[in-house]
């Protein structure tokens, strides 16, 4: 005997509605998100964090070769220790200023995008989320403008030790080995300003040099403001970016203001022809 062949369950049509709704829904969801404001966020984060991270421990080591160095001196780089700890309690405000406001400017790209979505339904932007979107816009652009000017400050570091790092090197060529005496080559941090001239020793030659630039303060503080400045570069795109989907949001929000104006005009015009209409229908059946 054959066996019975098996038929397969039909499907509920209540619950292929229910899983296309939830799809739908999911759809639905994903495109509310302002993924450019989200780019934008995540690379604001990781330029800053970056930036705060990596400063705030170069700063550390740099304050320490100074110490250990150039100016053997507590007085002589007691100006410096202050500086260096302010910076370090500015690098602590900037982190908690940007996390805050890269968390507004993604609520302001949800919001944003919420209102562009719904342009045509009941959902009205105000005049008081316009303004706030053009606050954005300023505050952003000048944000901007003070993180270019951080972008060039973090360069200077980075030059400096830049230009000991190659002296460094001119130290073990052979052909300096040659030709001059080592110690003929230094490097005076005094000439930068960094420390007082009185200081003592105030710079570094020959095979003292050599040995500053095969420790790990050097070599961990160099690296460290290099990527201390390629954050700050990156906070800057950040920044640029934001800016550009501030602007085209506040666009759309005017535009998407006029657009509800102008749909109010036209409702109220046709209910005033509606009215106009059933009047003279009234009328016209009072005469007949």
């Not at 019975?4 to 495109?31: D, H, R, V, W, Y």
């Not at 930036?51 to 070769?65: D, K």
């Not at 780089?77 to 982190?95: D, K, P, T």
């Not at 005076?188 to 500053?212: E, F, V």
Request: overall charge negative; aromatic content about 12%; some cysteine.
């Amino acid at each position: 005997m054959k066996p019975a062949m098996e038929t397969a369950p039909e499907e509920n049509p209540e619950q292929s509605q229910e899983k296309k709704g939830c799809f739908e829904c999911c759809i639905k969801c994903l495109g509310g998100v302002p993924y450019a404001s989200l780019v934008a966020t995540i690379l604001c984060f990781s330029g800053v964090a970056l930036f705060c991270g990596c400063g705030h421990v170069a700063l550390g080591g740099t304050l320490s070769i100074i110490g250990n160095h150039f100016s053997q001196t507590p007085s002589d780089h007691a100006l410096l220790a202050e500086v260096v700890q302010l910076m370090q309690y500015i690098i602590y405000g900037i982190a908690s200023f940007f996390f805050l406001y890269g968390i507004i400017l993604l609520a302001e790209g949800f919001y944003t995008t919420s209102a562009v979505k719904e342009l045509h339904s009941e959902f009205k932007t105000t005049a008081c989320g316009r303004c706030i979107s053009g606050m954005f816009v300023f505050l952003t652009y000048v944000l901007g403008v003070a993180w270019l000017g951080v972008f060039g400050f973090s360069a200077v570091p980075v030059f400096l030790f830049y230009n000991m790092w190659s002296t460094c090197e001119a130290l073990n060529s052979p052909l300096t080995n040659a030709t001059a005496s080592l110690d003929v080559i230094c490097v005076d941090m005094r000439q930068y300003g960094i420390i007082p001239w009185n200081a003592n020793p105030g710079k570094a030659c020959g095979s003292t040099l050599g040995d500053i630039c095969k420790t790990n303060e050097f070599y961990l503080s160099y690296h460290l403001f290099i990527v201390a400045c390629a954050g700050a570069g990156a906070t800057v795109i950040a920044l640029i970016h934001f800016l550009m989907i501030l602007s085209a949001n506040w666009a759309y929000l005017k535009d998407a203001s006029h657009m509800h104006a102008y749909q109010d005009i036209k409702m109220k015009e046709e209910q005033e022809l509606q009215d106009i209409q059933s009047r003279s229908k009234e009328r016209l059946n009072s005469y007949t």
